[in-house]
């Protein structure tokens, strides 16, 4: 299993990222699937799920900003991140449930600074 994140980078507050993750060895279109970020010297925080029947929850932090979505053909996750705060700078981690199963990505870094 293989959950492959990418899209992070640096901005300036106010700027706007796409996160996308890759995912394979598991039957995609079933999984519940979540974005969740990690501040330094902070707990890893769930930041949006999206169910394979496309209900979508978000945390009040990422409310009216952050779109979660996902392409089942394309087994591919993704957070579109608008307005972004200082706040949101963290490592951003995919992650899959699939029954007692779940999986994590290695993570991608979001700096939003100016």
């Known amino acids: 299993v293989q959950l492959v994140e990418s899209g992070g980078g640096a901005v300036q507050p106010g700027g706007s990222l796409r996160l996308s993750c890759v995912v394979s060895?598991?039957?995609?279109?079933?999984?519940?699937m979540d974005w969740y970020r990690q501040a330094p010297g902070k707990e890893r925080e769930l930041v949006a799920t999206?169910?394979?029947?496309?209900?979508?929850y978000y945390s009040d932090s990422a409310k009216d900003r952050f779109t979660v979505s996902r392409d089942n053909t394309a087994k591919t996750l993704f957070l579109q991140m608008n307005n972004l705060k200082p706040e949101d700078t963290a490592t951003y981690y995919c992650?899959?449930?699939?029954?007692?199963?779940?999986?994590w990505g290695q993570g991608t870094q979001v700096t939003v600074s100016s």
């Open positions: 999206i169910t394979s029947v496309y209900t979508t």
């Open positions: 060895g598991i039957v995609f279109r079933v999984a519940i």
């Open positions: 992650h899959a449930r699939g029954g007692a199963d779940e999986y």
